[in-house]
């Protein structure tokens, strides 16, 4: 480099915008951080906004398939299948609970 004096005015400017870079970088951060934070906070709506219109189509077709096959019943004999099916075991669970309800009085029943 050469000796040759520099202008203390072009001194003064560039120290100036030093300081002034150095003085702006804080603030620069944290609008840097803050965008950052509202972006990652965006997608996260946008994920559970999805995530609930999956659920909704999921219980759509759950639904659907449901009706589908109440609506694929034959009525009648299926009733008929379903009280008969209903009524097998109605002794076996009610001598079970008066057991239980036995456990439950410590003895033999006798109140």
């Not at 520099?6 to 001194?11: A, G, H, K, Y």
């Not at 620069?28 to 609930?52: C, D, K, P, R």
């Not at 019943?73 to 009280?83: Q, S, W, Y």
């Not at 239980?100 to 033999?108: C, D, I, M, R, S």
Request: net charge negative; no cysteine; charged share 10%.
């Amino acid at each position: 480099m050469s000796d040759q004096p520099v202008n203390s005015q072009i001194t003064d400017a560039v120290t100036q915008s030093n300081v002034k870079v150095v003085g702006e970088a804080p603030a620069m951060a944290m609008g840097s951080l803050y965008q950052t934070v509202a972006h990652s906070t965006g997608i996260q709506f946008e994920n559970a906004v999805s995530a609930q219109q999956q659920q909704n189509t999921l219980a759509q077709a759950a639904a659907n398939q449901g009706v589908m096959q109440i609506y694929s019943l034959d009525t009648a004999a299926d009733a008929a299948a379903t009280e008969k099916v209903a009524q097998t075991g109605v002794a076996d669970n009610l001598t079970s609970l008066l057991t239980v309800l036995n456990a439950f009085k410590g003895g033999n029943g006798q109140s």
